[in-house]
Antibody, heavy 117, light 109 residues
Framework: VQLVESGGGLVQPGGSLRLSCAAS????????MTWVRQAPGKGLEWVSY????????YYADSVKGRFTISRDNANNSLYLQMNSLRAEDTATYYC???????????WGQGILVTVSS | DIQMTQSPSPLSASVGDRVTITCQAS??????LNWYQQKPGKAPKLLIY???NLETGVPSRFSGSGSGTDFTFTISTLRPEDVATYYC???????????FGPGTKVDIK
């Protein structure tokens, strides 16, 4: 199992960024997926969830209405579209596979998003 | 919303010590509680699921107990490679919402 995030970087407040997560080593279409973030020196924060088929999506209150999770099962990819970015969105973003036990059993290496002028 | 608290933080102990971390939920969460280990610069790693179950491949010196609102994570004999931050994590099924505790940083005295 491998999860590889990309698309991070420096963006100005109010800007947008799209994160991608390339999955391999498992049948991507059968797993629910999530995004989890970690601000520098801080704890873990769950960001978003998507069902295996992509029809159910949930968000943390801190990103609701600004972030959109999606997936492309044909290409084994997970996405996070982040709009109206704020300084407090600065964090390392991890994609994580959700197992049936409701555990995050595999994680990517993380990608840093910095929101600053 | 359910809030998760952890104590102590930080925690300093000697090699060979028994280390105990507590996690408390603001309301009854039954057994819906997992534990993760995160080493500096690395992604978290699952250790315990559903409060008491050891993830495959995780050393048996790690264990978890509890249900309802009070949970405990124990390292029976602390080893140098256990230096890390440990997080409890609650999950709801409907809707699927996940809440992490603030973390407990464990280091060697």
């Amino acid at each position: 199992v491998q999860l590889v995030e990309s698309g991070g970087g420096l963006v100005q407040p109010g800007g947008s960024l799209r994160l991608s997560c390339a999955a391999s080593g498992f049948t991507f279409a059968t797993y629910e997926m999530t995004w989890v973030r970690q601000a520098p020196g801080k704890g873990l924060e769950w960001v978003s969830y998507i069902s295996n088929g992509g029809t159910s999506k949930y968000y943390a209150d801190s990103v609701k209405g600004r972030f959109t999770i999606s997936r492309d099962n044909a290409n084994n990819s997970l996405y996070l579209q982040m709009n109206s970015l704020r300084a407090e969105d600065t964090a390392t973003y991890y994609c994580a596979r959700l197992f049936w036990t409701r555990t995050f059993d595999y994680w990517g290496q993380g990608i840093l998003v910095t929101v600053s002028s | 919303d359910i809030q998760m608290t952890q104590s102590p933080s930080p925690l300093s102990a000697s090699v060979g010590d028994r280390v105990t971390i507590t996690c408390q939920a603001s309301q009854d969460i039954r057994h819906h509680l997992n534990w993760y280990q995160q080493k500096p610069g690395k992604a978290p790693k699952l250790l315990i699921y559903d409060a008491t179950n050891l993830e495959t491949g995780v050393p048996s010196r790690f264990s978890g107990s509890g249900s309802g609102t009070d949970f405990t994570f124990t390292i029976s004999t602390l080893r140098p490679e256990d230096v890390a931050t440990y997080y409890c994590q609650h999950y709801d099924n409907l809707p699927p919402i996940f809440t992490f505790g603030p973390g407990t940083k464990v280091d060697i005295k």
